[in-house]
């Protein structure tokens, strides 16, 4: 029997996913929107904190997810998939587990 991933936003595209978010080797760290590579592409691509430069240069290490997956693995993100292009988020995680999303540019919470 197979899995499906639940829809929480009808239609809501594609991103490019880090392969050790999918695998659950580590939390989402960070989020930013590109413009679409193609019209199933919604622009979002999430990162891991131990997604270092050489990692990111090999293409096997990112992979298309739809965007639901990504909220099944971490919540946060739903509010996100309307933020314009250009969007640039970090996703901070304290102590207990709390998770506040930043503006990385001033280094303010980010209120949705």
Same mark, same amino acid.
């Given at each position: 029997m197979s899995?499906?991933?639940? /829809?929480?936003v009808p239609n809501a595209g594609g991103?490019? &996913?880090?392969?050790n978010v999918l695998q659950g080797v580590a939390p989402i760290r960070w989020a930013f929107r590109e413009p679409q590579a193609n019209p199933v592409d919604n622009g979002w691509r999430f990162?891991?904190?131990?997604?270092?430069? /050489?990692y990111l240069n090999s293409p096997g290490n990112?992979? &298309?997810?739809?965007?639901?997956?990504v909220v099944e693995i971490e919540p946060a993100v739903l509010p996100l998939l309307h933020l314009p292009v250009g969007s640039d988020i970090?996703?901070?995680?304290?102590a207990d587990g709390r998770i506040t999303l930043i503006d990385p540019?001033?280094?303010r919470p980010i209120n949705l």
């Open positions: 899995q499906t991933t639940p /829809e929480f991103s490019i &996913v880090s392969t990162l891991s904190a131990i997604d270092g430069d /050489e990112m992979q &298309v997810a739809d965007f639901n997956r970090e996703i901070a995680r304290d540019s001033t280094g």
